[in-house]
């Protein structure tokens, strides 16, 4: 069994900061890839950024928010600074990963809340 717990998540105002974290916990032989999406009401969950052996970022994030990645701890984290009230949304972590079955996919955590307001 496989679980990514996330945490962090919060309500903060218009150009404030957070910092999320998700650590993967379980059969876990090895992590190729981490990320974070998000899903605000109403529309699909997107991309936000990534990271395996470089970085990757949305256009609405880059500059402002920063992926990283604990490989000892299995834990990804993403800081976010400059936020604005359309970063509001539920923050989900995803893992690429291998387990000791030799089984590769993809999973998710349950997400934390990020809510941007005045």
């Known amino acids: 069994q496989v679980q990514l717990v996330e945490s962090g998540g919060d309500s903060v105002q218009p150009g404030g900061s957070l910092r999320l974290s998700c650590a993967a916990s379980?059969?876990?032989?090895?992590?190729?890839?981490m990320g974070w999406y998000r899903q605000a009401p109403g529309k699909q969950r997107e991309l936000v950024a990534s990271?395996?052996?470089?970085?990757n970022y949305a256009d609405s994030v880059n500059g402002r928010f920063t992926i990283s990645r604990d490989n000892a701890k299995k834990t990804v984290f993403l800081q976010m600074n400059s936020l604005k009230p359309e970063d509001t949304a539920v923050y989900y972590c995803?893992?690429?990963?291998?387990?000791?079955?030799?089984?590769?996919?993809?999973?998710w955590g349950q997400g934390t809340q990020v809510t941007v307001s005045s």
């Open positions: 995803n893992a690429d990963l291998m387990t000791y079955g030799l089984a590769r996919r993809n999973y």
């Open positions: 379980g059969s876990i032989l090895s992590i190729y890839a």
């Open positions: 990271i395996d052996t470089s970085t």
